[in-house]
């Protein structure tokens, strides 16, 4: 269901090795930024690396930019890939936050969505997280998936109650082209439905503010203090560098990609060629129009910009503020 570049997992350790030497030399080849204050290791399965090589990449890091004073370190973990030696690893080769896969916390449901895990390894994992350090502790939930009835929507809602996380994020499942799921939609299975999504939606963002949560995006949900760093830099517009198979950039005005296939990715690291599948250099307009659109993500929205105020007197523009969707106010639109 994620629309992730992919490796077969049969891929061997000293495989993880010679990827890990590519990423560490692509960092190189990027001039230095400035400072880093936050460091992402997202988009796909980054657990199943070993903390060593991770750190390396920690490292690279910091020995190219520069690390702000309280530079928030962020790993995807999914559960099956943890132990408390593992946890404590990776705070030692720098982490400071933690965003656990956890999908579902009905047992059945994740057995739909091919997930390795059961639902006792989610709490498991934040427990054992807080005692080895990490300050900040993330859950993601998937909401809407057609074999997830409302007994097992309760059984999630109600256990995401009780872990004591800092941050929740909650996605709606979505049928992304050519993935297994797109296939056996294709092929007749149920679809998500976009009604009992929304309700799922609210009912979870209403648990959440019961939590101490509050809203601060579309799909995140924090406690003070605990926003994620790159994800509100992601839709406020922000620059950040990229590295990595299927990694995004955007810096300078100019948004680049790198090749989602492993060996057209190393082969261009091994030619000494930053290993890029496009770029596009964004325009004034462009960038304002970008700008108004990730704001929207917002809670807090976006400044109302000229671009704004034309979207705002347009006619569809007009259709969302007059339905609610859309508010203006003051000098910012959300």
Not at 265 to 274: K, M, Q, S, T
Request: proline share 4%; net charge negative.
């Amino acid at each position: 269901y994620c629309d992730f570049a992919i490796v077969d997992e049969s891929v061997s350790v000293p495989d993880h090795r010679r990827y890990i030497d590519a990423v560490v030399t692509e960092i190189a080849m990027e001039p230095g930024i400035g400072r880093l204050d936050a460091v992402d290791f997202g988009g796909g399965t980054p657990s199943r690396l070993a903390p060593a090589m991770l750190g390396r990449v920690i490292d690279a890091l910091a020995e190219r930019h520069g690390f702000a004073d309280d530079v928030e370190v962020s790993l995807e973990v999914n559960p099956e890939d943890w132990d408390r030696a593992f946890g404590a690893a990776l705070v030692e080769a720098g982490c400071t936050r933690i965003s656990i896969g956890a999908q579902s916390l009905d047992g059945a449901v994740l057995g739909v969505l091919g997930r390795l895990h059961v639902p006792a390894d989610v709490g498991r994992v934040v427990d054992e997280a807080r005692c080895v350090g990490f300050t900040s502790i993330s859950v993601d939930v998937m909401l809407g998936h057609p074999f997830e009835d409302d007994s097992a929507w309760k059984v999630t809602l109600d256990g995401v109650a009780d872990l004591g996380i800092d941050l929740l994020s909650t996605y709606a499942l979505t049928v992304e082209p050519g993935t297994q799921l797109s296939r056996e939609v294709l092929d007749g299975a149920p679809a998500p439905d976009d009604d009992t999504q929304a309700d799922r939606y609210e009912e979870l963002s209403e648990r959440a503010s019961r939590m101490g949560l509050v809203r601060y995006e579309v799909s995140n949900m924090a406690a003070p203090g605990h926003t994620c760093r790159y994800n509100l830099a992601t839709w406020a517009h922000a620059e950040y560098v990229g590295f990595g198979l299927g990694a995004h950039d955007h810096v300078d005005g100019v948004r680049s990609r790198n090749h989602r296939r492993l060996d057209r990715y190393l082969e261009a690291i091994d030619a000494g060629e930053r290993p890029r599948l496009g770029s596009e250099a964004l325009g004034p307009d462009q960038q304002e129009r970008d700008r108004l659109l990730l704001g929207l993500r917002l809670a807090a929205g976006t400044p109302m910009t000229a671009t704004a105020q034309r979207f705002v007197a347009s006619p569809g523009g007009a259709r969302f503020v007059d339905a609610g969707i859309v508010e203006v106010d003051g000098d910012r639109i959300r």
